[in-house]
């Protein structure tokens, strides 16, 4: 692998230089072409999340055990003695005693920072409340190179939610490392962080802000959408969202490019009109699947395997 450094642990996107991030992608290729090798034989994957996940923990432990390594751990904390009122520091502790890796999942920002103060092996950040999904960037990374040759002066579009959507928080950034021309396009009230917009500044990065799909739809060479992350915000935010207007339905694709990728990190709820899978822009369903190489590849290296 010709990815040279990285940090013991993957907690935030900003661990990875553009360097690092194009070595990641180019080892995913490999393991794309062959998915079922042995060199994480004899290792062992924590796999702790202490919240709902479909993608990235059932990816994630394909991964490992494509690559010859075994998988222990839970999907629910009522299993776990946090029900008894251990702390996440004690809990990542021991786990890091059991086993080579851990991939948590936990709906707090900063868990998997903490998590890897406490731990004695690698930790991956599978999604830390609103805060940053650093592998789920690397899958759309790679898939976006996969879609349009290059991750570099691309124009992309981002729509939903964006103050709580860590997918996106952790792919703008990634993306600023690759001159990407980014369109927010969201209700006011779900406009991206003010600190993230202060470090596209900072890196001298182009970018506008939206209300309306049709404005931009012409130049976009990448259309991200994001769901609501209703469990982030309270009953009465959500009521006065806009119902309308942020779900994507084939008339609104009118003037897209004709070689425009649609890229969701899923799950969708209703803003994504299933009509939208049978077009040619539709890419999500692929981009789920490009989660297994990308994570055999981040397994591999901070494991330390042999390719
Ligand atoms: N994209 C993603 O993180 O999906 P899951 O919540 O199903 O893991």
């Given amino acids: ?18 360097e690092d991030i194009v070595g990641i992608l180019d080892a995913a290729k490999g393991f794309k072409e062959t998915p079922n090798q042995t060199i994480l034989q004899g290792k062992l994957l924590g796999s702790c999340f202490f919240e709902p996940s479909t993608r990235t923990r059932l990816s994630f432990e394909s991964a490992m055990k494509r690559l010859g390594g075994d998988v222990i751990g839970f999907s629910d904390d ?3 003695s946090f029900q008894k009122g251990e702390s996440l520091y004690d809990t990542m502790k021991v786990m890091s005693g059991y086993v080579d890796l851990i991939v948590l999942r936990h709906p707090l920002e900063g868990a998997a920072k903490l998590a890897a103060e406490a731990s004695d092996v690698p930790v991956i ?21 996969e879609t349009r040759g290059t991750l570099l002066g691309l124009h992309l579009g981002l729509m939903g939610d964006l103050l709580n959507g860590r997918t996106v928080h952790s792919l703008v950034q990634a993306c600023s490392l690759f001159d990407v021309r980014f369109y927010f396009i969201s209700p006011p009230s779900l406009e991206l962080p003010a600190e993230i917009c202060r470090e596209l500044k900072r890196s001298s990065a182009l970018f506008s802000f939206h209300r309306s799909l049709e404005d931009v739809i012409d130049k976009l060479d990448i259309l991200y959408m994001t769901r609501v992350q209703r469990e982030r915000m309270s009953a009465q935010a959500d009521q006065h969202l806009p119902r309308s207007g942020y779900v994507l339905q084939p008339d609104l694709l009118q003037h897209a490019k004709e070689n425009l990728k649609i890229l969701h990190p899923l799950p969708r709820v209703d803003e994504l009109d299933r009509s939208i899978d049978s077009t040619p822009y539709a890419y999500y369903f692929q981009q789920a699947q490009n989660g297994i190489p990308i994570r055999q590849a981040v397994l591999d290296l901070l494991l330390g395997g042999m390719s």
Avoid: C, W, Y
């Fill in 125 to 145: 950040n599978a999604g830390d409340g609103a805060n940053e999904h650093p592998s789920q960037t690397l899958l759309d990374l790679f898939t976006i190179q």
């Fill in 1 to 18: 692998m010709s990815v040279k450094t990285l940090n013991r642990h993957l907690v935030s996107i900003r661990d990875l230089s553009r």
């Fill in 78 to 80: 009522k299993v776990t």
